[in-house]
Each structure stands twice: as structure tokens, then as C-alpha cells.
């Protein structure tokens, strides 16, 4: 399978601030890859290489075979791209901001209105069709935006962040729709906070920070990584918390997560049910009454903590910013 994208070495600085320290990524043709990361990693920045909206200080990157820096026109033919923030116009209507689009692309009128019609159907954006797109809700908009970026049937696509700031179920309606372009061959870039998303749909995980790639593999080769599954209690009596957390420790393959305050403690196991059955029971034959227990597993946080040594931060401070 011929790679869609290929980037390496990838490096971009603004002023003192390193935004991309040498960045390695190869898509293979009709693949997703979900490039993991907190707020100012330099996921965006990637982004904005690849499809030639910046230029890297050095390194090299190809996109459906061809240079980013040499040739970006042709570069710009054969993509499209949905931001993290809306791009359409609020004051045109559903069908004129993606009428416009194919204008733009020079499809021509007849055939800008046939695509702008055939995606609205396929976004469930009839209805709205004829409406300002002021008008639409946060998860209508990102699905115009998303059909803009197909409006030139592009055969790569890079979606920044596309469901961020959506309520549960957009953002549940936004993965169908995506799920339902790659079954039908488009190379996906997708770059998220979430790892429950990346889980969803993408074949291959790159975790980058601080503008470094720090691991890469499947969803559950990442999630082995951090230990597999979580053991998490609430103990009963304080005065207890601290001979649970010693006759816990040894079951698992990390050091505990501890919360004194509200006697929570979260340990890395490995085993899964047989892992809890043992727990419960050594904590009964101590004596140790517990208040909750469960077993769960990894998050994009403690993906973080275990590889970086830090939490994947919701917001960013400005420097994080500029450095996306």
C-alpha cells in the first residue's frame, strides 16, 4: 500500500518557542491516523504543514506523493481540511457557503450546485439548506464545515480537533459520518485530545509533546503501555487508607495514584477481573471496608502521566498556544 503521507523530520520554530522538534509521520493510502496530544503539542502545526498553509524550517513532507514545499497547488487539489474552528460563512445559507466552495475549486456552476446538493443530503443538512448558517447549531456548522472539505472529493482529508466543543451526541454523529468516509477509502489525518476518539477511528496512534512523537501504535498498544487496566477504590475509614494502599500496591505493575483526602486510590493492574477478585479479597481478610470499587480502562490522562509525567491539560497557557 502506497503511503498518502509521508513526513519527516518535520521542525518549526517560532522565535524561542520549538513548536516541532523533528517530527517523523507516514500514513499509508486509506488508513486513519490519529495524531494524540494536549493543547499546544503541535498537533495543529503538523496540520498546517502538510497542507501547505505553513512552512517548515526543515524536513520534508509528501502528500499523495507530492512535496508540500515544491508543488503545494497540486498539494491543495487533492485535500481537504476542516479546522478546529468553523470555517464557514454565517450570513450565506448551508447551500451557498458550499456552492461557493466549488466554485472556488472551479467545478463550474452546474456541477458546484449538484455536489453542494448531493452533500447536504449526505449530511442530513437538508432541511437547513436554504437557512443563514448563523442559524445552525455548533454541531450542524461542523458538519457544513466537514462537508466543505469534501466538497472537491478529495482523496486526503485532515479533520484538526473536529469534534471539540460538541455536546455528547454531535460528537457521536460527527464519528459516524467520518467512519462512513473512510469505509469508502479516504486517507484521514485526524488529530484529537481524546483518546476515546482516536480509539474509534483511528488504525495507528501517534502521541506527540512538546512537539516531539513520544509513542505511536494501536489504541491498545498505547493503552498496554500505561498498565493495561485501572483498579479504583474509596476506602471506607481513613484510618485504614494507608494499610490498603500497602497490601494493594503489590498487585499492581505501577506506582498507585494516590487521593488521601478522599481515600480514592487508582493502581495499574494488569489481569483484569481475576486482578479485582484477588483485591477484594485480601482487603476482606484485613479487615479493609471499601465504599466503591471498579475496574476501568486507561484514559488519555493516564496515557499522559505515564509517558510524558503529566496530565494532557484541557486549556493551554499562551505559550502552549503559539506553539500550535
Known sequence: MAN????????????????????????PAGSVLG????????????????????????????VAGIDVRTRPHEVRMRIGLSGQYSAV??????FENLDMIGRLYHLGRRASRDRARELLAQFDLIDAADRPARTYSGGMKRRLDLAGALVADPPVLFLD???TGLDPRSRTDMWHTIQTL???????LLTTQYLEEADLLADTIVVIDHGKVIAQGTADQLKSQVGGERLELTVSDPARFHDAVALLTPRGVGEPMLEEQRRSVVLPVQGGASVLTAALRDLDDAGIHIDDVGLRRPTLDDVFLTITGHAAEETADATSERAR
Open 4 to 27: 498518502a503521507i509521508h513526513a519527516t523530520g518535520l521542525v518549526k520554530r517560532y522565535n524561542d518557542v520549538i513548536a516541532l522538534d523533528g517530527v517523523d509521520l507516514v500514513v
Open 35 to 62: 495524531l494524540l496530544g494536549p493543547n499546544g503539542a503541535g498537533k495543529t502545526t503538523v496540520v498546517r504543514i502538510l497542507s501547505t498553509l505553513l512552512q517548515p524550517d526543515s524536513g520534508t513532507a509528501t
Open 89 to 94: 460563512d454565517e450570513y450565506l445559507t448551508g
Open 161 to 163: 480537533e473536529p469534534t
Open 182 to 188: 473512510v469505509s469508502a477509502g479516504t486517507t484521514l
